[in-house]
């Protein structure tokens, strides 16, 4: 094979979403569209130009999903997309999956391209599973011989052999997960989609999924485009990285270089924020967070840590009810989108109670002692009870823990862990 | 892999925003037939699972309707049917009635029912409608049965009933009947997926239809009686369908050449119309539906 035969060429892709409802406003988009064409005009409604910010408010009421995508892929390759949710991930693979159709631009391939878009597409709990990989696989295009020469090898990937005469509505989700996956990983397309599989299954059917998408590219050298939040699995699995944001190509080149441009998307050098009504936040309202601040011991602001630092957290909330206490929950993720702890008040035996309308509260972390590198925080504001969440604001502010400070003497790479301990040695 | 061979700018195929209006994709369709086998099974091993009549259920439908039908339309409206006793003749009326009403109203649900595994997934889309109308051959075959049993029970108690020579031609028109039923579906459900007001049209639309489609009165019985309205029943295709194959099963009532090449006629445009807007829609009805 050529090594680098193109396979997969994408030219000026461009994806538009109208916003709001479709209802009654349809109809007369729909009849001016078809006067603009019948007199030879262009669409009125396909204005080029606005950019996709979602936490921004536009003018039109139409949206690029995707503007002015282009990149070629050559076969073999395995290519990670990644960028934040709404860059336009998704529509790009459904564009690729045939689901939808470009706005603009075209997708020319020279291989049969298959979607693991979400397993378990197209089971019917009612049919048993030998029925359901039938099934399955005639949806995701092969043919019944192809099937049934796999029959065996599939079953025995998925670990289901007990059940396989069993409808499928008494598996588990867990099992009808594996299921489906072996019966898309045995399909034999020369591109294949795949988009957050490998976020579902247990570990040890995770580590099985993703050698076997190794195996896909690498032993039989079939291109796979993998969409992910998980970094490190799109570290591990691609050898090219395409960053999107806001509905355009950011970057395209390595892997490495992709995740520190993703990385530096993220980064803000901010160690105040202000929410306001822009700020992309979830919950009832009743309370919500006003701004968010963090300093170091000396009290200084700072966004730059060391091991060994306190990392100090003021809030300030506004109670819009008549809610006399209320939760909180604080947490602390890595750039790969990885949980590293949850802190609540009632952890330290701190209670919040509201008397005033704005109140500001301290969060003290002392000694802090994770490996240098991106943190973001997140904050939630919940009942007591935990049944309603008042507000959720994801990413609110990012931290960086920095190489030096007093305990560091050497390298700490975050290959090699995520917390620095500093045990007491002593020989017995 | 000898792909190698193939030149830089010869592609396998191309994702655009707009096809050939015409292009069908026939070959595509053809290469996943095995999809349409599938599904086709699927309907019909699951339809009735956990059920405890099972399968009779194909039969209760229409055999109530029949009772019913007959004492209102032939004991109380008093409707005559000629030697045929009035049962036989509704249960006649009714099942073909019934192939081309579940035809219809399934397919006209395609898109929206299947919203969830189509936003996932490409097939060609067309597979889906084609499956129910093949799958419901399956319920109509079941119920022509029962409708046989009832022919050999009529003619044992000594009616004097007969079917016409060319009974054989019956399939014909069941395939006539499926294919108006797939063609008119896949314009109401590719509209559906924009303007849901059609779904709402289309549940009270095809009860009042079938007081126009001769279903329990012959033709001519609506010609001499509202000899002012018969235009409705003359010029709708599915009146000459269920005259002409109670014609065909029962010899009753009568055929006109006019009629049935006026319904093919109809027929074949309804699917080609159908076909068309069904494919432009597919590209990108996820967007709206």
Request: with cysteine.
């Amino acid at each position: 094979m050529h090594p680098n035969r193109v396979i997969l060429k994408a030219e000026n892709i461009s994806k538009q979403y109208r916003l709001g409802t479709v209802g009654t406003g349809t109809l007369s988009h729909d009849l001016n569209r078809f006067w603009h064409t019948i007199r030879g005009k262009e669409d009125p409604y396909l204005k080029v130009g606005e950019v996709n910010d979602r936490s921004s408010k536009g003018t039109s009421q139409y949206v690029w999903a995707l503007q002015d995508i282009n990149f070629e892929i050559n076969a073999g390759e395995v290519v990670g997309i990644i960028g934040k949710n709404g860059a336009g991930k998704s529509t790009l693979l459904k564009i690729l999956s045939k689901v939808t159709a470009p706005t603009t631009g075209v997708i020319k391939t020279k291989g049969r391209i298959a979607s693991l878009l979400e397993v378990g597409t197209g089971f019917n709990p009612e049919l048993t599973g030998r029925e359901n990989i039938y099934l399955n696989g005639a949806i995701l295009g092969m043919t019944k011989k192809e099937i049934t020469s796999k029959l065996d090898e599939i079953i025995a990937f998925s670990g289901c052999e007990r059940y396989i005469d069993t409808p499928t509505k008494r598996y588990s989700s867990g099992m009808t997960v594996r299921l489906a996956f072996a019966v898309a990983a045995f399909l034999e397309p020369e591109i294949l989609v795949v988009d957050e599989v490998l976020a579902v299954g247990d570990a040890e059917f995770q580590k099985k999924a993703i050698g076997k998408m190794q195996d896909i590219s690498k032993s039989e050298g079939r291109t796979v485009l993998f969409v992910s939040h998980n970094m490190a699995a799109v570290k591990s699995l691609c050898t090219r990285g395409i960053v999107l944001e806001n509905g355009r190509l950011k970057f395209d080149g390595t892997v490495n270089e992709a995740l520190d441009v993703y990385s530096d998307i993220n980064k803000s050098t901010e160690f105040k924020v202000v929410f306001d009504d822009e700020t992309s936040r979830s919950g009832s309202k009743n309370i919500q967070f006003q701004s968010i601040e963090i300093f170091n011991q000396h009290q200084k602001n700072t966004q730059e840590f060391s091991i060994g630092d306190d990392l100090i957290i003021k809030l300030q909330i506004k109670n819009n009810s008549t809610e006399k206490r209320s939760e909180m929950g604080i947490q602390i993720f890595t750039t790969e989108e990885m949980p590293v702890f949850h802190m609540m008040p009632r952890d330290s035996n701190f209670e919040i109670h509201h008397e005033n309308e704005i109140e500001e509260f301290q969060i003290q972390l002392k000694d802090i002692r994770l490996f240098p590198g991106l943190y973001y925080i997140t904050l939630t504001s919940a009942s007591t009870t935990g049944h309603q969440v008042f507000d959720c604001i994801q990413n609110a502010l990012t931290f960086e823990i920095i190489d030096g400070g007093a305990y560091t003497s050497r390298n700490l790479p975050r290959a090699a862990g995520l917390f620095f301990m500093n045990p007491e040695w002593k020989k017995i | 892999m000898n792909t190698d061979k193939i030149p830089e700018d010869d592609w396998l195929y191309e994702i655009k925003p707009k096809d050939n209006f015409f292009s069908l994709h026939l070959q595509e369709i053809w290469n996943y037939r095995d999809l349409l086998f599938l599904f086709v099974r699927r309907d019909v091993v699951t339809v009735y699972k956990q059920t405890i009549l099972g399968p009779l259920w194909y039969l209760i439908q229409p055999l109530f309707t029949a009772v019913t039908f007959t004492i209102i339309f032939n004991s109380v409206a008093g409707i005559e049917t000629g030697v045929t006793p009035p049962f036989l003749y509704n249960l006649a009326g009714i099942i073909v009635w019934n192939y081309f009403t579940t035809c219809l109203n399934e397919t006209s649900d395609t898109f929206k029912k299947n919203a969830g595994i189509f936003g996932k997934v490409y097939f060609p889309r067309l597979i889906m409608p084609l499956s129910i109308v093949v799958s419901n051959l399956l319920k109509l075959s079941i119920q022509l049965l029962i409708f046989i049993g009832f022919y050999v029970y009529y003619s044992l108690a000594g009616v004097a009933l007969s079917c016409s020579p060319f009974v054989f031609l019956f399939p014909v028109l069941v395939i006539i009947m499926g294919v108006l039923g797939l063609g008119l579906g896949m314009i109401i459900s590719s509209l559906v997926t924009k303007y849901r007001d059609l779904s709402f049209l289309i549940g009270f639309g095809v009860q009042l239809l079938m007081y126009v489609s001769a279903v329990m009165y012959p033709i001519a019985l609506l010609q001499e009686k509202l000899p002012d309205y018969a235009w409705l029943v003359r010029y709708n295709p599915l009146a000459y369908i269920i005259e002409t194959s109670r014609y065909l099963l029962l010899a009753e009532g009568e055929v006109s050449m006019f009629g049935v090449l006026y319904t093919l006629g109809i027929t074949i445009l309804l699917f080609f119309i159908g076909l068309l807007i069904f494919n432009k829609t597919e590209k990108n009805f996820i967007d709206t539906v």
